[in-house]
Nanobody, 124 residues
């Protein structure tokens, strides 16, 4: 069983930055792919970014160039650095673990474990 705990959310202004962190426990973190998703009010949960077990990354087009995903296997942590935030980035952000550590997988159904989420609010 894998437990995931997100932190780092908050209320910021347009143009600000935030760094989200997700701490994992249980299982073998280095073998998993990790992803970030977000869910805005009234909308479905959507893919944001993924980092494979080999460290290669894939970022959704709407945040490309602004968001960066990284991982620290020594600390069992995955990070999401968010720069140049805009109000459309307002959402609850979730990290997720995919036991299939390779490939580009962006579907919610492909991820096995989820955190509880952290709120990010960007004011205009």
């Amino acid at each position: 069983q894998v437990q995931l705990v997100e932190s780092g959310g908050g209320l910021v202004q347009t143009g600000d930055s935030l760094r989200l962190s997700c701490a994992a426990s249980g299982g073998t973190f280095s073998s998993y792919a990790m992803g970030w998703f977000r869910q805005a009010p009234g909308k479905e949960r959507e893919f944001v970014a993924r980092i494979k077990r080999n460290g290669s990354t894939y970022v959704e087009d709407s945040v490309k160039g602004r968001f960066t995903i990284s991982r620290d296997n020594a600390k069992n942590t995955v990070l999401l650095q968010m720069n140049s935030l805009i109000p459309e980035d307002t959402a609850v952000y979730y990290c997720a673990a995919d036991l299939v550590g390779n490939y580009v997988r962006t579907s919610i159904q492909e991820y096995d474990y989820w955190g509880q989420g952290t709120q990010v609010t960007v004011s205009s």
